[in-house]
């Protein structure tokens, strides 16, 4: 028994020395490439996608169908005929596309139906969260104006922005955007990459909310990072965030060669990030991050997931967690394409992971990504932070402090930072 016990603690002690001496190479590797960031061109699947998108309200969705027919077949196969909100609504969707149109194109009708119709019509209704019942009313609506735009914002760096930081925000978080702004989310072109940054945000929630839109313009004009759509930012809106900024992407930044789509509370390593964008394959859409696979909906009423069951009935896509993915920026027109025939959904990264099944693209896990944080002894270790690609969350004077550590020549690190561990994500 002693014996065996020996063994196997020389086994592992060996297979832990082989993996220190692989990722020592594999990091070797991974800097050398980070030092020349090579600018990586776009060929051949730029031609198997849809042709032009200009202007992309014009695609017949026939020829959406016809594209994608095998993904959306196996993406419908995969969503219960249930009786159930968001299913109903999705099978009408199908239905419309099979005969070549788009189930509800009043999108510029708001509220798209009457509280009293609805309740009659959805089961538990009256029972509903408010932000339940404000997303089903408001549901239809996509269409909202920009406030604050920054239509230069590509176009400075001659169209060839490498990477495109969109980070959702709210008009309050002012220190978070400035730590962001500060480090990690720094605009330049490190290595010839351009990288820009903007912040989404809707305007400031509720009516009794403080009046933020003379500081937020204010903010606009001294930094030129700022977004700002007519609707109120509240988490079940975020679905709606994306859809706009995907359309500011096709109208201000279309030759973007990748989105970061992220949080204003994460860190994000992005000399890392650069070292690995220029080592994909470009002729592959990327759609990458911390993948959650199995994953279904939350039935406990006090979540702010939840997700009743009169609301949708199913398992979920497997999808990158929203505290921050990347994904390629030429998929951003097929994901706009194809997100008027995928009903909203109030949760945004489940959202994005149902459209990207549609297209038939499934997320690639990426072990850098840590969007429900590492294990507690690690989250102020910079050696650790230095291995990562992204980690949620941080306040803002942890980031300034972890970016002036990770970025800092002089920093040495040992074996063990090599290795993080993620934590579990809560309950799912
Ligand atoms: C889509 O695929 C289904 C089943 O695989 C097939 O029956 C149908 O004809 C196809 N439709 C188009 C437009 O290609
Ligand atoms: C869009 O949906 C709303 C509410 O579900 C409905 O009242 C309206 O008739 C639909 N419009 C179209 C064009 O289908
Ligand atoms: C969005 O609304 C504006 C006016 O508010 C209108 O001019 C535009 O055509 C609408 N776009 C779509 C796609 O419905
Ligand atoms: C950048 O793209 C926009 C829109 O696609 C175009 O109007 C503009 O001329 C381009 N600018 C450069 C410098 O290529
Ligand atoms: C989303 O924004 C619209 C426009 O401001 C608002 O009417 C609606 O209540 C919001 N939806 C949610 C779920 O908060």
């Known amino acids: 028994m002693k014996r065996r016990m020996n063994i196997s603690r020389c086994l592992s002690i060996a297979t832990a020395l082989l993996t220190l001496v692989a990722l020592k190479a594999y990091i070797e590797w991974t800097t050398e490439q980070e030092e020349r960031y090579p600018m990586p061109h776009i060929t051949r699947w730029q031609s198997v996608s849809i042709p032009p998108f200009q202007p992309f309200e014009e695609i017949p969705p026939s020829l959406v169908y016809h594209r994608f027919n095998a993904s959306l077949q196996q993406f419908r196969h995969s969503i219960p005929r249930a009786k159930a909100y968001w299913n109903d609504k999705q099978y009408k969707n199908f239905r419309a596309l099979e005969e070549g149109s788009v189930a509800n194109a009043s999108w510029n009708k708001c509220p798209s139906a009457k509280v009293e119709e609805l309740a009659t019509k959805i089961k538990h209704f009256n029972s509903y969260p408010e ?6 009313l408001y549901g239809d609506c996509r269409n909202y104006s920009l406030l604050i735009n920054e239509p230069r914002k590509c176009a400075d760096t001659k169209n060839n922005t490498f990477l495109l930081l969109a980070i959702k925000s709210v008009p309050g978080n002012f220190a978070a955007r400035q730590a962001v702004r500060d480090t990690w989310g720094q605009e330049g072109e490190p290595g010839g990459l351009a990288i820009r940054t903007v912040f989404l945000l809707g305007t400031a929630e509720g009516r009794f909310g403080p009046h933020l839109q003379h500081l937020v313009h204010f903010e606009s004009r001294s930094f030129g990072d700022i977004l700002m759509w007519d609707f109120e930012d509240t988490f ?17 930044c279309r030759h973007v060669r990748f989105i970061l ?14 070292g690995y964008l220029s080592s994909v394959d470009v002729n592959k859409p990327l759609y990458t991050g911390q993948v959650m696979s199995n994953a279904s909906p939350f039935r406990f ?4 997931y939840y997700v009743p069951e009169s609301f949708y009935v199913g398992p979920y896509p497997a999808y990158a ?19 008027q025939h995928v009903a909203f959904y109030p949760i945004d990264d489940v959202y994005t992971g149902l459209c990207f099944q549609a297209l038939g693209i499934p997320p690639q896990p ?28 941080r306040s ?10 990770i970025t800092d020549p ?10 993080p561990q993620p934590e579990k994500p809560p309950g799912f």
């Open 261 to 274: 789509k992220g949080d204003d509370d994460v860190f994000i390593n992005t000399p890392k990030v650069l």
């Open 301 to 304: 009423q006090k979540s702010k």
């Open 131 to 136: 932000l339940y019942k404000n997303f089903i």
């Open 236 to 252: 079940f809106n975020l679905t709606l965030k994306d859809s706009l900024f995907l359309h500011w992407t096709l109208d201000y």
């Open 410 to 419: 002089k920093l040495r690190c040992g074996p063990e930072a090599l290795n």
């Open 321 to 339: 967690g929203g505290g921050g993915y990347i994904f390629s920026g030429l998929l951003a027109p097929l994901l706009l394409l194809i997100s």
């Open 396 to 405: 803002p004077r942890q980031t300034l402090h972890l970016w002036k550590q």
């Open 366 to 393: 990426h072990a850098g990504f840590m969007t429900f944080d590492i294990a507690e002894k690690d989250r102020e270790d910079p050696c650790v932070h230095s291995q990562l690609l992204l980690v949620h969350r």
